[in-house]
């Protein structure tokens, strides 16, 4: 009975090695090792999931952010301020400015969609949806 435990055990543990990589240690160093084997599985299960948490969350933040940057930043500046020099040379209100911030999401997605002033119509330029996620991402400045 005993032997036959422990023949299942070193074949486990060989295949662990095979797939590891590391090096022969059956024997005596069999209770640390196999210590050292679940702390390097438990460490990248960890890994897996701090990664694949960290990915699900920049994708949610950049659906409107990457939009914003290449089409809206320019006149609107980084943080919705209008701090750059079209922004300025345009006049363009700053996100936080009581009249933008009045408007619902809807109104601004319209404006965007038919233009205002002297920003052009981006229907058809940009798709709905980047309009909607690049506006939503702009409101995150006037909060
Ligand atoms: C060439 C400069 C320019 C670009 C690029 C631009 N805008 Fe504008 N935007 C303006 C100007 C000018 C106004 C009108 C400001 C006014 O008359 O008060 C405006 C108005 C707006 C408004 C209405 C609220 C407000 O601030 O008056 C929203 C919302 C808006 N822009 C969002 C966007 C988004 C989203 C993008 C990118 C898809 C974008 N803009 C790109 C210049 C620009």
New binding site residues.
Partial sequence: MSVRYMQCNKSFLKEQEAAYGATAHIGREKPSRSKTMSKTIRFQVALAAVVLFAGTVSFAQSAGEA??KA??????GAKGM?DTG??KA??????T?P??KA?SEE???D??EKG?????A?KGK?TDA??KD??S???TFSK
């Fill in positions: 939009t914003y089409k809206c930043q320019m006149c609107h209008a079209a922004g345009m006049k363009v209100k700053p996100a400015n009249e933008v408007l109104k601004m997605i404006a965007v205002t002033g002297k920003m052009q981006y940009l980047e309009i690049a506006v991402y702009f409101r």
